[in-house]
């Protein structure tokens, strides 16, 4: 939506204002195309960078808005979580040396927003997810104060009339209910943009969503989701869900969600696939228009088309068709949305320039790949390689391939000849293409994101495992050398950087709790088989309730084994909590005044976790 002054959309006048700009924007559009007004060469390329940041802790910092009235340069924007910014970069004609040009002046943007943010005690972070993310980021609190974004918000808000229920299964499952779209600003990519020649347009639409599903396999970057190992690009299922406005998707023509694969190939016209977004999903906000499109044409202007694209912005294609002017002149381009950020600056020019040479060196044999292509298949390679990235196993020409023989056998020398076909300069194709390989090869940034997490919680709690594992993801991306290179982090792994070590730190989330009316007899015998010495009791609402302690019930053994006694016998109710922000020092302190060796850790009457003395013990 760009920095359009949008509301939302609900007045009669305002809506019969709005759709009336869309059917003149799409009257334009056709008449571009049918007058060869839409410019077919060069071609250009194009990106722009999403990132997180982080405090010295390297958890979220929601101060974004101070950062880029610091860092004062127009190729910087907002984001709908206040810890993250975009940066717009220039477009480049897609010749010689261009990618390295790219790669440059994405390092010298990222420099100035380094300096900046670094006088507010703030650092940056490449990453699809923010590992260290979790529940409180995600609240309204934490949108950025601009009009737009709490616009969009109540707007899905008002056609979804529920919250957001998000279901994602992976090694782990996370199953939660938020209300609003802030689920979105977990995720950051590096949306790519290559511009297409009208004529070619609907054949390198197809194509574009026939390699994605390999594309994201060597490309994925987010596996971990508040603390749990989901997909290998966990963006793809999150945004999905985030920003999804159908309450039921059985609901007579809302069997698609605005964030989408598609569910076919495209055969008609380029501006079909506007009209089809039109006719699936109703106009969420608005804004002013001041001109009528045909009119301007009429009057030798080039139009922008900007209720087409404020409806199009509102619709999340992870390939996805845009319009834009540039230098006066109309043009047509394919957004790729489905790459994520990081793990480095020349990891994501590598992802791009794989992108870039596959499209531009796709084969004559292709040209109707929705002859010779299940549309299903397709689909199916996109969802496969979000889930299981590196490992996963595609449809490709009627047989099963691994995405390591299709990527190294068929789609690295097919992008090889494609930049060459284009005049990217020998030693610009082999640097940034030798990344992709070598990834392949070893591993890319979702695997060395999930072995290093694993090691590290052999000896930590998820949060520290979380915030050593971005610390030293952070350090190993400001040399801007590819993952590939990247030592997986072992368990001894730790940072120079100063965490300070609060009870969430060291508590313990994997609890064993029981009713006041569970029979006293088994929980003694739970107590024994898994080794506790403190058990929690909650009600049917899940407050805490009392603490059976091991060395209170030790002596009665032998009276309770024989008896029908309950656990709200022997419980004790008078009991002194804590809460997860309290530090180390504090929860310690609190033990030795009360010669206690347990800490329920609570959140308002609700249990989270258990503080015991043991825990402290490995610090």
């Not at 950087?497 to 029979?519: A, L």
Request: aromatic fraction near 8%; hydrophobic fraction near 35%.
């Amino acid at each position: 939506m760009g920095n359009l002054n949008v509301t939302q959309l609900s007045k009669k006048k305002d809506k019969a204002n709005y759709i009336h700009h869309l059917t003149k924007d799409i009257e334009a559009l056709e008449y571009m195309i049918d007058k060869n007004m839409i410019e077919k060469a060069p071609i250009r390329i194009g990106a722009e960078q999403e990132f997180c940041l982080v405090n010295d802790e390297f958890l979220p910092n929601n101060n974004a808005l101070d950062i880029l009235k610091a860092i004062d340069d127009d190729h910087f924007t907002t984001e709908i979580g206040n810890y993250n910014l975009e940066i717009n970069l220039d477009p480049f004609e897609l010749k010689d040396d261009c990618f390295s040009k790219l790669h440059q002046q994405l390092k010298d943007l990222l420099a100035k927003a380094k300096t900046e943010a670094e006088k507010h005690n703030t650092k940056i972070a490449l990453t699809g997810i923010l590992p260290t993310l979790s529940l409180k980021h995600i609240s309204i609190d934490n949108m950025t104060p601009i009009q737009r974004y709490y616009v969009l918000n109540e707007a899905i808000k008002a056609s979804r009339k529920q919250d957001f229920n998000i279901h994602i299964k992976g090694v782990d499952e996370l199953n939660l209910l938020h209300d609003s779209v802030m689920l979105e600003g977990c995720n950051t990519s590096f949306q790519a943009h290559l511009q297409i020649n009208p004529d070619d347009f609907i054949k390198s639409y197809n194509w574009a969503q026939a390699i994605s599903g390999p594309i994201l396999s060597v490309c994925a970057n987010s596996p971990l989701l508040f603390g749990k190992e989901l997909w290998s690009e966990t963006r793809i299922a999150l945004f999905t869900q985030s920003v999804d406005t159908r309450a039921n998707s059985f609901l007579l023509n809302e069997k698609q969600s605005r964030v989408s694969f598609g569910n076919h190939w495209e055969t008609g016209s380029i501006s079909d696939i506007f009209k089809d977004n039109i006719s699936r999903f109703r106009s969420l906000v608005t804004a002013e228009f001041e001109k009528d499109s045909l009119e301007m044409l009429q009057n030798g202007d080039t139009p922008k088309l900007k209720a087409l694209c404020l409806h199009n912005g509102t619709v999340y294609r992870w390939n996805r068709l845009c319009y834009g002017v540039g230098d006066g002149k109309p043009h047509l381009r394919i957004e790729n949305r489905y790459i994520p950020s990081g793990p480095t600056m020349k990891d994501e020019i590598a992802n791009m320039m794989f992108w870039v040479g596959v499209m531009v060196g796709r084969p004559k044999s292709e040209d109707n790949i929705h002859e010779t292509m299940d549309f299903k298949d397709a689909k199916s390679n996109f969802f496969t390689a979000a889930r299981y990235g590196m490992t996963a196993q595609f449809n490709w020409k009627g047989k099963t391939i691994s995405s390591e023989r299709l990527i190294l056998d068929e789609l690295l020398p097919m992008a090889y000849r494609g930049l060459y076909k284009m005049r990217i300069t020998p030693r610009d194709a082999e640097n940034y293409l030798t990344v992709i390989e070598n990834r392949v090869n070893i591993h890319n940034g979702s695997q060395w994101l999930k072995k290093s997490y694993r090691n590290l919680l052999k000896r930590k709690k998820p949060l520290e495992a979380l915030q050593v594992l971005t610390a030293n993801m952070y350090l190993k991306q400001e040399h801007d050398y590819p993952v590939s290179t990247w030592e997986v982090l072992d368990e001894e792994a730790h940072t120079t950087f100063d965490i300070d070590k609060k009870v969430v730190h060291v508590m313990n989330t994997d609890i064993f709790s029981v009713g006041k009316k569970d029979s006293l007899e088994l929980v003694i015998n739970i107590m024994k088989w898994k080794n506790i010495h403190h058990v929690p009791v909650i009600n049917n609402k899940k407050d805490l309730i009392g603490l059976l302690s091991w060395e209170e019930i030790k002596t009665h053994i032998d009276e309770i084994e024989e008896s029908t006694n309950s656990v709200q016998n022997f419980m004790k109710d008078e009991l002194i909590t804590i809460t997860k922000e309290k530090s180390i020092v504090e929860a310690k302190q609190l033990m030795k005044t009360n010669n206690i060796h347990c800490l329920p850790v609570v959140k308002g009457r609700k249990l989270i976790g258990i503080l015991t003395s043991n825990d402290f013990q490995n610090l």
